[in-house]
């Protein structure tokens, strides 16, 4: 899971998703916490605790960071693998965590094209557990 720094600033940046204190993290190092954590299978919990523990933050921001970093991650990973089919489709499984995903639910795109909020991928807000998935018409 290539969890790292510009991915976790530049998805922060893209997802339109801010957390107060974040600012002043060492994003590079939450990046590479959780990337051993994926690694390793770890739950997120036991991640965000590890987040906290060595980089001495709050633990509301580092379960926040946590989150978004492994959603981000996985839904890349799961994205990049769809992207590799010639055409393939994809489609927004939302959890109803806010607007932004509810009017994503159910839609269809082309991998790599971006969903009616305006994101190509979850996460689409702060607490985000959407999914996506490879769409197969028949």
């Not at 969890?3 to 957390?19: A, D, H, M, P």
């Not at 939302?94 to 269809?108: I, L, P, T, W, Y």
């Amino acid at each position: 899971f290539p969890v790292t720094i510009s991915c976790l600033e530049e998805g922060l940046r893209n997802q339109k998703i801010s957390f107060p204190g974040a600012d002043k993290v060492q994003l590079d190092e939450v990046a590479k916490i959780v990337a051993l954590g994926l690694g390793n299978g770890s739950a997120e919990s036991k991640t965000v605790k590890e987040v906290v523990s060595q980089l001495s933050i709050d633990k509301e921001l580092a379960t926040s960071l946590t989150h978004f970093a492994m959603a981000l991650a996985m839904c890349q990973r799961a994205l990049g693998e769809y992207q590799h089919a010639q055409g393939a489709k994809i489609q927004w499984d939302s959890a109803g965590c806010c607007d932004k995903c509810d009017k994503n639910d159910g839609e269809v795109i082309e991998a790599g094209k971006t969903f009616p909020s305006g994101h190509q991928f979850p996460p689409a807000c702060e607490y985000c557990i959407c999914d996506i998935m490879q769409f197969m018409e028949f």
